[in-house]
Each structure stands twice: as C-alpha cells, then as structure tokens.
C-alpha cells in the first residue's frame, strides 16, 4: 500500500473533539496524512492548548462538555484568525449556520471520509497561505500598481491587507480569498456555486449556506452595500 501524500511542511491541527473513539481515530488519520496533531477533550481545554501550541488550524467538534464548540470558535475568533473546521455529527441548520456565524471557515458533517476530511483541510491551509499571482481590481493598472480601491475600500494584494476609510481589516484567510474573488471581476455576478469552487474548492452539492454566512460577514466589514445581491443568481462587488 503506498502512503498518503504528506501534509505541507507538516502542520499542526488542534483536534477538540469529546468522543475519545472519534477523536483518537480522526487523530491517527490526520497522522498519517503527515499532521501534526494536537487534542483536547473538551472546549475550555482546547482554548487552553490554542493559546500554548498555536496551530496552524483547529478542527472542532460542535458538541462539547464544558465550552462548546460554537462558544469555543468565537473566544478563538476574538485571538486569531486561524482557519477554523468545525464537525457537526447532525448537519442541522442551526448547528451550521451557528458555526459559521461565529467564524468558522468551513464545516464537515460526521461520520466524513478520511479523503474528504483531510481535502477540506488542506484546502483551508492553502487558503490561509494564499497569494495572488496578479493584481485584482478595478484601479490596478499594471504589475507595479498592486493597489485596487473601491470607494473607501482599498486592497493591496501584495501585502495582503484591506483597509476600509484608512483602517486595516482583520479578515479571515475564507474572506480575504472571497473578497479577491469579487475584486477581480468588479460589477461581474459570481454565482454560488462559482465562489464554491475558488474559494472552497468544494464540488457543488446543493448547500450554499457556507458562501452566504460569508458573505454576511464579509458585508459587516467592508460596508453592508459593497457586496450586491443579484436574486437567483449571486453576487457581485458594486464598482
């Protein structure tokens, strides 16, 4: 049997999960794809070890003893924008869109495969090291100029910073991806499933709960009127 292609440069994930079976064998999955893993078994733990280790990504568990796993993502939102995993063992809305709310970057509903859990992860990781080759934007008019302003918005995606009216954003690795999106096609309707597939790197399943919620958050930085919704078909960047 040949062995999983390695993780890159062998990052670490910090594995909040209260099933000791489920966490013990997502553990030696994440391992053998090359992971540094760390776990905890409950959420107030697991904050506790993000603040020690300081992974590379977390991938937590929706229900949890102590500090669960939509408490845990928000007080881990308000230290860090470290891409965030969240697993929920029903997939029900309100556990969904309760996580995406409070920051996370994506969800998988349990039991998931092997494959598809360690793909999901990887595609956070590159989202997180992400760097455009090429200027995005309206007013980026050459390779020297990496500049695109948008009313009061600005992006310089040299430096992979985002400021609105003069003050730097803090956007998630999933928002700053998106928000390039938008701006490389400014006034073009992006559909959802589109925004899936190059910000998620997600096949379309019907599900575009994960590109809404985003979307939301993404509007209460930059300005609730930056970002147009076109009915039936998505959105667009106002130019």
Same mark, same amino acid.
């Not at 470290?82 to 039991?111: C, F, N, Q, W």
């Not at 992006?190 to 925004?195: A, C, D, H, I, S």
């Not at 930085?221 to 130019?239: M, S, W």
């Given at each position: 049997m040949t062995n999983p292609p390695q993780a890159p440069s062998e990052a670490h994930v910090l594995l909040v999960e209260d099933d000791e079976v489920i966490r013990n064998t997502v553990r030696m999955v994440l391992e053998r794809y090359g992971f540094t893993v760390s776990t905890a078994g409950d959420g107030l733990t697991g904050l506790e070890l993000f603040r020690e280790t300081n992974p590379d990504l977390l991938l937590l568990d929706v229900m949890l003893p102590d500090l669960d796993g939509i408490g845990l /993502? !928000?007080?881990? =939102? @308000?230290?860090?924008? *470290?891409?965030?995993?969240?697993?929920?063992? #029903?997939?029900? %809305?309100?556990?969904?869109?309760?996580?995406? @709310?409070?920051?996370?970057?994506?969800?998988?509903?349990?039991? /998931?495969?092997? *494959?598809?859990?360690?793909? #999901?992860?990887?595609?956070?990781l590159r989202r997180a090291s992400f760097a455009p080759a090429a200027t995005a934007g309206s007013r980026a008019a050459n390779e020297e100029d990496s500049t695109a302003t948008f009313g009061d918005l600005t992006i310089d995606t040299r430096g992979m910073e985002v400021s609105r009216a003069g003050r730097t954003l803090a956007l998630t690795p999933t928002e700053l991806r998106m928000l390039l999106e938008f701006a490389a096609?400014?006034?073009?309707?992006?559909?959802?499933? %589109?925004?899936?597939?190059?910000?998620?790197?997600?096949?379309?399943?019907?599900? %575009?709960?994960?590109?809404?919620?985003?979307?939301?958050?993404?509007? *209460?930085?930059?300005?609730?009127?930056?970002?147009?919704?076109? =009915?039936?078909?998505?959105?667009?960047?106002? !130019?």
């Open positions: /993502c !928000r007080r881990i =939102r @308000e230290l860090s924008l *470290a891409p965030i995993l969240m697993m929920s063992a #029903r997939g029900d %809305t309100l556990d969904v869109v309760s996580g995406l @709310e409070a920051g996370a970057d994506d969800y998988v509903v349990k039991p /998931c495969e092997s *494959a598809i859990l360690v793909a #999901r992860i990887r595609s956070l096609s400014p006034g073009v309707v992006l559909e959802r499933r %589109t925004l899936l597939s190059r910000v998620w790197d997600h096949a379309w399943h019907g599900d %575009t709960r994960v590109v809404d919620l985003h979307v939301q958050r993404l509007r *209460a930085k930059i300005g609730a009127d930056r970002i147009e919704t076109v =009915r039936g078909f998505g959105y667009k960047l106002r !130019r």
